[in-house]
T-cell receptor, first 113, second 109 residues
């Protein structure tokens, strides 16, 4: 039971480099989410996709783009990384049915120098 | 602006103590409130509370939701060192989830 798989687990980038974080789920969930987690800030929503073919901005979308490639995969792209984007990034997925929780991947720890 | 506030920010207790974690919220389109436990990696789901289920219990953990006063509590009785973690409260509003900053619980042997 893989659940939600994120790659890579760790990455170090230089300011200005680009990077795509990958997320895949095998639970046939419709909705997928990208969060960042910073010390003292909790989890903040970057983008979400309520269903295949749709994406919407969350609380902190600036500096990021997303692609819902198919029902399984939802990627997050940093076009020009900045030190302020140093964070732990979590992907999550959820059934469309009401009353179901999100399931999270193990996270990607990203450092930008 | 939708927001979720958790208190206290951190807590240190001895094994066997009982703890109460608090979560208050203000959201525009409440659907559910969730509690997660986060150790080193991914948050793991504990409870979901909705209008139709305002009290949940699982072993030593229990949670209630007060929809009138807009808060929830998570109780842990007879704490163990394995309960040490960050406990996150999240509220589902529309298609989004809003998280509090978490309560860091440390249980000392």
């Amino acid at each position: 039971n893989a659940g939600v798989t994120q790659t890579p687990k760790f990455q170090v980038l230089k300011t200005g480099q680009s990077m795509t974080l990958q997320c895949a789920q095998d639970m046939n969930h419709n909705s997928m989410y990208w969060y960042r987690q910073d010390p003292g800030m909790g989890l903040r929503l970057i983008y979400y996709s309520a269903s295949e073919g749709t994406t919407d901005k969350g609380e902190v979308p600036n500096g990021y783009n997303v692609s819902r490639l198919n029902k399984r995969e939802f990627s997050l792209r940093l076009e020009s990384a900045a030190p302020s984007q140093t964070s732990v990034y979590f992907c999550a997925s959820k059934e469309r049915t009401l009353g179901k929780p999100q399931h999270f991947g193990d996270g990607t720890r990203l450092s930008i120098l | 602006e939708d927001k979720v506030v958790q208190s206290p920010l951190s807590l240190v207790v001895h094994e066997g103590d009982t703890v109460t974690l608090n979560c208050s919220y203000e959201v525009t389109n409440f659907r559910s409130l969730l509690w997660y436990k986060q150790e080193k990696k991914a948050p793991t789901f504990l409870f979901m509370l909705t209008s139709s289920g305002i009290e949940k219990k699982s072993g030593r953990l229990s949670s209630i939701l007060d929809k009138k006063e807009l808060f929830s509590i998570l109780n842990i009785t007879a704490t163990q060192t394995g309960d040490s973690a960050v406990y996150l409260c999240a509220v589902e509003s529309g298609n989004q989830f809003y998280f509090g900053t978490g309560t860091s619980l440390t249980v000392i042997p």
